[in-house]
């Protein structure tokens, strides 16, 4: 794992999901704090951060009156519309303060479903970096992270699933996700051994350039 083409890819991180008082908050709270996620997952930004991967942030949102699904919508994307969910521009949609782009972080626009790579340019902002190895965290762990785990297992990407930096409705759906769909397309392991990887090569390398 080299850090100069590994992504860490923070998969809506956003008010609505991950603060108290947000649309879907209630929903996922209790998964949240079984992983710890969020402090997970800020090790992770930090460590990645100082071994030199990118940080590229993927948030999902919508106009107002979500014009942009179907009038009719159905399963997950009916839960957003009838919670009033990630609407562009409110409070909801933001990125989490604990977690906010900053530096050389690339923030990813047009997230509209559930795989990060169908609706944005994800997939060009990789390959033009020279990206090999994506490591995903986020919301919800079977479905937006599963969905963009399985098209980067797809397109030829070294995929990661953080485990301990992702959360569900239940601990049921986290569980089984994690145990039967996550090893069939990814490598998941832990938010603390993904980052020790990370600095093992990052070290490995300055060693090899004479650092």
């Known amino acids: 794992m080299d850090p100069r083409n590994t992504a860490v890819v923070l ?3 956003q008010n609505d999901f991950a603060s108290e008082g947000g649309a879907l908050h209630a929903a ?17 930004v930090d460590a990645a951060r100082e071994a030199g991967a990118t940080i590229i942030h993927a948030p ?4 107002g009156g979500y014009k942009e699904i179907s009038g009719s919508p159905y ?3 009916k839960g957003v519309v009838d919670s009033n969910a990630f609407v562009k521009g409110e409070w909801g949609s933001q990125i989490i303060d604990e977690l906010a782009p900053s530096g050389d972080d690339i923030v990813v626009e047009g997230k509209r479903g559930l795989d990060t790579f169908a609706s944005t340019n994800l997939d060009f902002i990789l390959r033009s970096k020279g990206i090999t190895t994506i490591a995903l965290g986020g919301f919800l762990t079977n479905c937006c ?7 980067a297992y797809e397109r030829g990407y070294e995929v990661v699933t953080l485990s ?3 959360a569900a409705t ?3 759906e986290h569980a089984n996700a994690i145990r039967y769909d996550y090893p069939m397309f990814s490598k998941p392991m832990s938010g603390e051994e993904f980052a020790g990887q990370l600095a ?8 090899s350039r004479g650092y």
Request: net charge negative.
């Open 164 to 166: 301990d930096c992702v």
């Open 75 to 77: 399963g997950i994307l």
């Open 145 to 151: 992270v599963e969905s963009t785990m399985r098209s």
């Open 28 to 44: 996922v709270a209790g998964s949240m704090a079984e992983t710890d996620m969020l402090e997970n997952t800020k090790k992770v």
């Open 200 to 207: 093992g090569a990052a070290q490995a390398s300055d060693a």
């Open 60 to 63: 999902i949102s919508f106009a």
């Open 170 to 172: 239940s601990s049921e």
């Open 11 to 13: 998969i809506e991180y």
